[in-house]
């Protein structure tokens, strides 16, 4: 039974919460493009849109994430006594959805074509401001706000593409091919793939930092003017310190 959920809960929380994240990403994407493509700055999603596509999202995801949970089981290698984590074989209808669309379409090429898409339209945006007279703070900001979405688009291209690349070789030839032998060389490749996969949803602070100059400024200012200070002054209040007392004779009485 152990088994069987460390198989069935890692494959379906991963679907729902990776493509949670996906979704948010596309809507940043879509945000940045129509607030710089404005005459003055507004928020091209405002907030209560926000609340309801982050919902609506979340209601996609599970519902995408559920089939995993349920038709997901340890499988047992033929000949061996090794198991894996893969579609029941009595599914096959499954199975040729998770290869061929699940991965490839849901997860994979439609969030990356929408960030791209919109990110590109974005940068296109933010370059015809300076022929639109655009005030040089606003362009600043919409130019530090791109280039941040831009390098996350980029390292969730590269994070991911490469780890769907190795999972439906993998499916592809477990299907065909019984070999242990082989499944565990995949089983490895798969795995250092899987790590770098996960990097994706870890980088965002690492990204920001290195492409935004005023989110440095602002990480700076919070960490060495504000929590160091405190940190200071929670030290300095049970330390104890010398009273100076100065005496002063009178020579009127002697």
Same mark, same amino acid.
């Given at each position: *039974?152990?088994?069987?959920?460390?198989?069935?809960?890692?494959?379906?929380?991963?679907?729902?919460?990776?493509?949670?994240?996906?979704?948010?990403? %596309?809507? #940043?994407?879509? +945000?940045?493009?129509?607030?710089?493509?404005?005459?003055?700055?507004?928020?091209?999603?405002?907030?209560?849109? *926000?609340?309801?596509?982050?919902? !609506?999202? !979340?209601?996609?995801?599970?519902?995408?994430?559920?089939?995993?949970?349920?038709?997901?089981?340890?499988?047992?290698?033929?000949?061996?006594?090794?198991?894996? %984590?893969?579609?029941? +074989?009595?599914?096959?209808?499954?199975?040729?959805?998770?290869?061929?669309?699940?991965?490839?379409?849901? +997860?994979?090429?439609?969030? !990356?074509?929408?960030?791209?898409?919109?990110? @590109?339209?974005?940068?296109?945006?933010?370059?015809?401001?300076?022929?639109?007279?655009?005030?040089?703070?606003? =362009?600043?900001?919409?130019?530090?706000?791109? #280039?941040?979405?831009?390098?996350?688009?980029?390292?969730? %291209?590269?994070?991911?593409?490469?780890? @769907?690349?190795?999972?439906?070789?993998?499916?592809?030839?477990?299907?065909?091919?019984?070999?242990? !032998?082989?499944?565990?060389?995949?089983?490895?490749?798969?795995?250092?793939?899987?790590? =770098?996969?996960?990097?994706? $949803?870890?980088?965002?602070? $690492?990204?920001? =930092?290195?492409?935004?100059?005023?989110?440095?400024?602002?990480?700076?200012?919070?960490?060495? +003017?504000?929590?160091?200070?405190?940190?200071?002054?929670?030290?300095?209040?049970?330390?104890?310190?010398?009273?100076?007392?100065?005496?002063?004779?009178?020579?009127?009485? $002697?």
């Amino acid at each position: *039974m152990n088994k069987i959920l460390r198989c069935k809960i890692p494959i379906a929380f991963g679907q729902i919460f990776g493509l949670i994240s996906h979704m948010i990403i %596309c809507f #940043a994407a879509i +945000d940045q493009c129509i607030s710089s493509s404005m005459h003055e700055r507004r928020q091209g999603i405002n907030l209560k849109c *926000m609340k309801r596509l982050i919902i !609506i999202s !979340i209601f996609l995801s599970i519902l995408h994430g559920i089939p995993f949970l349920v038709f997901y089981n340890v499988q047992k290698l033929s000949g061996t006594n090794t198991t894996t %984590c893969r579609p029941n +074989d009595n599914h096959a209808l499954f199975s040729k959805y998770v290869v061929y669309v699940g991965f490839p379409i849901i +997860d994979v090429f439609l969030p !990356i074509s929408i960030m791209s898409v919109y990110g @590109l339209l974005a940068f296109r945006n933010v370059r015809t401001m300076t022929k639109r007279k655009v005030h040089i703070i606003r =362009l600043r900001l919409e130019q530090q706000l791109t #280039a941040m979405v831009l390098m996350k688009i980029l390292g969730v %291209c590269i994070t991911i593409i490469p780890f @769907l690349i190795v999972y439906i070789i993998r499916f592809t030839i477990s299907w065909r091919n019984n070999n242990p !032998i082989v499944e565990e060389q995949f089983r490895l490749v798969n795995s250092v793939f899987t790590i =770098l996969f996960l990097v994706n $949803y870890a980088n965002s602070f $690492y990204i920001f =930092l290195i492409s935004s100059a005023r989110f440095r400024q602002q990480l700076k200012f919070v960490l060495f +003017d504000v929590y160091l200070k405190q940190w200071r002054a929670k030290r300095n209040i049970n330390r104890v310190h010398p009273i100076e007392r100065s005496f002063v004779l009178s020579i009127s009485n $002697y």
